[in-house]
């Protein structure tokens, strides 16, 4: 899932999440805030734009970064070295693509990849051209996501999730089970056992939730939650998961080939 770090040049672009105020932390279930909700005075980026199949108005995106030693999973490359880093990237972004397009093989959804750090050209030599590319938008990671819900729901989508590359175990089921969530839930999120998030989506804007957050740290999904439950947004957790950030993690990537 996405584990603190906050977007910069060169820098890793994946995000950290601490875990839910007063431990309400129950897989699967919905839970609401009696507290008020205060204004919202953030601004975001409206710098992407979309396309929409003719039968599919719900949309998931895979946020990944291009595997180029050096750039990406740099708490690997450090003991790894940069080539075998870059090459886990490589397989986790494949991996989760593979999920996206079994899960799109069975159900009304467009599958967009919103990446970092690679050209267009690249991107499509990579991953192929039957998919929908989008450079991530400028800024810290919460106006990169942001950014991409604001796209999505301009271009009329109904329900829209973002899903990390380093999350192995995120499955069909688990991505169909979270749209499954909403609308009965405003915001779906699937925790990473490390305290981080692997998954966020939501049926309605709430730009609020990227804004004032303190990337980078075990802090950021406390004062998401909290955002989120201020303003009375149900909340829906799914099935806890490794991600993989440092070498002894490869043990939960079942797929992985060292190369």
């Known amino acids: 899932g996405w584990h603190g770090r906050a977007a910069g040049k060169g820098g890793s672009h994946y995000i950290s999440f601490g875990r839910i105020p007063g431990g309400k932390t129950q897989t699967g279930h919905c839970w609401r805030s009696r507290c008020a909700a205060p204004g919202y005075n953030g601004k975001v980026d409206q710098q992407l734009s979309s396309s929409i199949s003719p039968q599919a108005a719900d949309l998931l995106v895979i946020f990944t970064r291009f595997p180029r030693p050096g ?137 609020e939730l990227f804004v004032n957050i303190a990337w980078g740290t075990a802090r950021v999904l406390i004062q998401t939650i909290d955002k989120a439950a201020c303003r009375k947004l149900i909340i829906r957790q799914m099935e806890p998961l490794h991600d993989i950030d440092r070498p002894e993690d490869l043990k939960y990537f079942r797929h992985y080939t060292r190369p």
């Open 71 to 207: 750039k990406t999973k740099t708490r690997l490359s450090r003991v790894m070295g940069d080539e075998a880093a870059a090459s886990c990237q490589r397989q986790m972004t494949e991996h989760i693509v593979a999920q996206g397009r079994e899960l799109a093989r069975h159900r009304a959804i467009d599958l967009q990849i919103h990446y970092d750090g690679a050209t267009l050209a690249e991107m499509t030599a990579w991953l192929g051209d039957d998919l929908i590319y989008h450079l991530q938008a400028v800024g810290d990671m919460g106006r990169r996501l942001a950014a991409s819900f604001v796209s999505g729901f301009r271009a009329k989508r109904s329900k829209i999730i973002l899903v990390g590359a380093d999350c192995p175990d995120v499955s069909p089921a688990i991505l169909g089970a979270a749209f499954d969530a909403m609308p009965q839930a405003d915001l779906v999120i699937g925790p990473a056992l490390d305290g981080g998030y692997y998954l966020i989506g939501m049926h309605g804007l709430h730009p």
